[in-house]
Structure formats: structure tokens, C-alpha cells
């Protein structure tokens, strides 16, 4: 068994889009309207046939009120890897990111936290 799509739930689909593609660097894999809304998957271009990360409307009653509070405790919605925290980090700032957790060496990771502009905090990490 493995991981075949996993998700965030977003405000703004297409600002999700604009901002996982255009300021992160996924590639959109599927976009497929689903009544009001759409089946919008994006990729790591290191890994195209990888898993999918679903960027889902957060429509839902229960969902605004998680997503507040995730955010209110300084919870990432999820985490990705990167080769380099601290070059990401500074790559991302000068792209307009606002960051909640600086670069830090958290033993096993080096981790910082920002916004992802659709109500979501998203860790980085680096294994040390």
C-alpha cells in the first residue's frame, strides 16, 4: 500500500493553483471540473508519477473552523521536503512568502513553517 493522494484544503482553488505552481513549484497533474468545483491535483516535478496533492475547497461546515484553529496553534496542514531549508526559505522570502517559523534545526529536521495563502500553515523540512 502506499500514498496516492493526499490533500490541503484551500479557500481559493485557483489562487491554490497560481500559488502551489507558480511560488512552490508543483506541476498541476489533473484539473477536471466536479460540479461547482474541480478534481485539481498537483505534483512534484522531481516526481510526476508520484503522489498527488489535492488542492480540495474547504466548503465544508467542519473545515473552516479545523483549518482556524490548525492555524490559531501553529500546526502545518502537511509538510514537504525539500534538499535545503534554508535555501528554500530564502528563495520563497524573496517570492513574497510570509513565514511563521524561521529556519530551525529540530535534531532529526531542519524546519520552518509559512503561509500558503489559502488558509493552510505548510512545514518544510530538510533530514539532518
Known amino acids: 500500500m502506499k ?36 478534481w485539481l491535483t498537483v505534483v512534484s516535478p522531481e516526481d510526476p508519477e508520484g503522489t498527488e496533492l489535492l488542492l480540495e475547497p474547504d466548503g465544508h461546515p467542519a473545515v473552516g473552523p479545523y483549518k482556524k484553529a490548525l492555524v490559531a496553534d501553529g500546526i502545518p496542514a502537511t509538510s514537504f521536503q525539500v534538499a535545503d531549508v534554508r535555501e528554500e526559505y530564502e528563495r520563497l522570502r524573496a517570492l513574497g512568502v510570509t513565514f511563521t517559523q524561521e529556519p530551525l534545526d529540530a535534531g532529526t529536521v531542519t524546519m520552518a513553517v509559512f503561509d500558503d495563502t489559502c488558509g493552510n500553515l505548510i512545514q518544510i523540512v530538510t533530514p539532518a
Open 3 to 38: 500514498i496516492y493522494v493526499t490533500g490541503v484544503f484551500v479557500d481559493d482553488q485557483q489562487k491554490a493553483l497560481d500559488f502551489y505552481t507558480g511560488t512552490l513549484g508543483f506541476v498541476a497533474k489533473h484539473d477536471i471540473p466536479v460540479g461547482g468545483a474541480r
